[in-house]
């Protein structure tokens, strides 16, 4: 799930993105409008959290101008985060087509719950825990766990297997893995998710050694992208 976090508080931006990558989020940052207002026209976010008072351009014309844009970018959810907590800016920022509202200050724990709440809300998923074989993923503490178990994993290998696990049975290409898995100031490019898939793999392979149930497994699709399905549901040539 990667998120555009536009504040121009360059220590209060720094902390909250740093907590949202805690959760095991991507977070991209804008610290003026401006900047904000052109990511917005080039690049599809899972959720922007947008400050009002900005440079170059207010928080409430950033809205306004990514509603009006349409299709599937203008259906970005939006969550304000700010200072100007008064009734007449939360009504106006609600009617421009805002998804939430909080006002600052605000504690970390309430704001990662509207969060999560905001992105399975805008995914369609309705399943508060997803399952592929012996492999489970809780939406609500966005923890993955194996035959009951945690089931430890870096943070770019949890946004690998989220994106997987939240379309269990259908094929995710490298491009899409891609643009939830890394920022846009990653140094990287598209082939270093073969290396996250790699790890993923070897990490769901080691659980089936160690004797847990019927576990999930990533299998290649060459030239459209990858596929997590239930070992069973697979035959024993694909199984890697």
Same mark, same amino acid.
């Given at each position: 799930?990667?998120?555009?976090?536009?504040?121009?508080?360059?220590?209060?931006?720094?902390?909250?993105?740093?907590?949202?990558?805690?959760?095991?989020?991507?977070?991209?940052?804008?610290?003026?409008?401006?900047?904000?207002?052109?990511l917005l026209h080039?690049?599809?976010?899972?959720?922007?959290?947008?400050?009002?008072?900005?440079?170059?351009?207010?928080?409430?014309?950033?809205?306004?101008?990514?509603?009006?844009?349409?299709?599937?970018?203008?259906?970005?959810p939006v969550m304000?985060?700010?200072?100007?907590?008064?009734?007449?800016?939360?009504?106006?920022?609600?009617?421009?087509? $805002? +998804? #939430?509202?909080?006002?600052?200050?605000? %504690? *970390?724990?309430?704001?990662?719950? @509207?969060? !999560?709440?905001?992105?399975?809300?805008?995914?369609?998923?309705?399943?508060?825990?997803?399952?592929?074989?012996?492999?489970?993923?809780?939406?609500?503490?966005?923890?993955?766990?194996?035959?009951?178990?945690?089931?430890?994993?870096?943070?770019?290998?949890?946004?690998?297997?989220?994106?997987?696990?939240?379309?269990?049975?259908r094929a995710v290409?490298?491009?899409?893995?891609?643009?939830?898995?890394?920022?846009? $100031? +990653? #140094?990287?490019?598209?082939?270093?998710? %073969? *290396?996250?898939?790699?790890?993923? @793999?070897? !990490?769901?392979?080691?659980?089936?050694?160690?004797?847990?149930?019927?576990?999930?497994?990533?299998?290649?699709?060459?030239?459209?992208?990858?596929?997590?399905?239930?070992?069973?549901?697979?035959?024993?040539?694909?199984?890697?």
């Amino acid at each position: 799930m990667r998120i555009l976090l536009v504040e121009d508080h360059l220590e209060l931006s720094h902390w909250l993105a740093k907590a949202l990558r805690d959760a095991h989020l991507t977070v991209e940052t804008a610290h003026n409008g401006a900047d904000a207002d052109a990511l917005l026209h080039t690049q599809e976010y899972s959720l922007v959290l947008l400050d009002l008072t900005l440079p170059k351009m207010d928080g409430l014309d950033v809205l306004r101008r990514l509603r009006a844009r349409g299709g599937t970018r203008g259906k970005t959810p939006v969550m304000i985060l700010t200072a100007r907590g008064g009734l007449d800016d939360k009504v106006q920022g609600l009617n421009l087509g $805002a +998804d #939430d509202y909080m006002a600052k200050p605000f %504690e *970390l724990a309430e704001l990662e719950a @509207r969060v !999560k709440a905001l992105l399975r809300r805008s995914q369609g998923n309705e399943a508060l825990v997803h399952t592929c074989g012996a492999l489970s993923f809780d939406t609500v503490t966005r923890m993955f766990s194996y035959a009951g178990a945690p089931f430890p994993l870096t943070p770019r290998e949890h946004a690998v297997l989220e994106a997987l696990i939240t379309r269990s049975g259908r094929a995710v290409s490298k491009e899409k893995l891609f643009d939830e898995v890394f920022a846009l $100031a +990653d #140094d990287v490019n598209l082939d270093a998710i %073969e *290396l996250y898939i790699h790890r993923v @793999r070897k !990490k769901l392979e080691n659980g089936v050694e160690a004797g847990s149930p019927d576990g999930a497994a990533i299998t290649t699709l060459r030239g459209i992208g990858y596929l997590l399905q239930p070992r069973s549901a697979m035959a024993p040539a694909t199984l890697k």
